[in-house]
């Protein structure tokens, strides 16, 4: 069974850069897409990005240049890094595998537990 | 971006009762859309993808139709653990987007 476990700090102050790791366990990272996905307190569910196992990525243009994905196929491990953090990046942020269908990237089937980013001072 | 809208926004039903949630693309996305049921404090699950095919182990109680803009989940027979808030997303372009959500509570 296919595993995602987040880890990371969860608190970050502002203008730092928000960073992520998620390891995958019970399956290898390639020929898959790996996606992070966020939601703020009591709201709904934002798409970050995704990154291919080859290092290929497309991001959400909504982060503008602050968002950067990498893979480490060595260790299983995939990460986020989000710069110039804001009050507005408060997320809990998920890392998910996007099954392939039809050669594209089309649903998250796995899903990490979720870790709590707070950006405050 | 392709906007995502879901309605209605919350709903309450009772145990056995027929639920439909609706989510409408603001352009056609053929089949590209999936279903999530979140309970809360949990990560989302995936219930239907590609509009219409049921997630392995997902009860089939749920059902999923619709092609181009307009997509509904269909909830037959409501079970206690199904109380939860449900997402649609759409996978035709970058970047992926997610309906608001519909809150289905116990009436």
């Known amino acids: 069974q296919v595993q995602l476990q987040e880890s990371g700090p969860g608190l970050v102050k502002p203008s730092e850069t928000l960073s992520l790791t998620c390891t995958v366990s019970?399956?290898?990272?390639?020929?898959?897409?790996w996606s992070w996905i966020r939601q703020p307190p009591g709201k709904g569910l934002e798409w970050l990005g995704y990154i291919y196992y080859s290092g290929s990525t497309s991001y959400n243009p909504s982060l503008k240049s602050r968002v950067t994905m990498s893979v480490d196929t060595s260790k299983n491990q995939f990460s986020l890094k989000l710069s110039s953090v804001t009050a507005a990046d408060t997320a809990m942020y998920y890392c998910?595998?996007?099954?392939?269908?039809?050669?594209?990237?089309?649903?998250?089937?796995?899903w990490g537990q979720g870790t709590l980013v707070t950006v405050s001072s | 971006d392709i906007q995502m809208t879901q309605s209605p926004s919350s709903l309450s039903a009772s145990v056995g009762d027929t639920v439909t949630i609706t989510c409408r693309a603001s352009?056609?996305?053929?089949?590209?859309l999936n279903w999530y049921q979140q309970k809360s404090g949990k990560a989302p699950k995936v219930l239907i993808y590609?509009?219409?095919s049921l997630e392995s182990g997902v009860p089939s109680r749920f059902s999923g139709s619709g092609s181009g803009t307009d997509f509904t989940l269909t909830i037959s027979s409501l079970q206690p653990e199904d109380f939860a808030t449900y997402y649609c997303?759409?996978?035709?372009?970058?970047?992926?987007?997610f309906g608001p959500g519909t809150k289905v509570d116990i009436k």
């Open positions: 998910a595998r996007a099954s392939i269908f039809g050669m594209v990237p089309y649903y998250f089937d796995y």
């Open positions: 590609a509009a219409s």
């Open positions: 019970g399956g290898s990272i390639s020929s898959y897409y």
């Open positions: 352009q056609s996305i053929s089949s590209y």
């Open positions: 997303q759409q996978s035709y372009s970058s970047p992926f987007t």
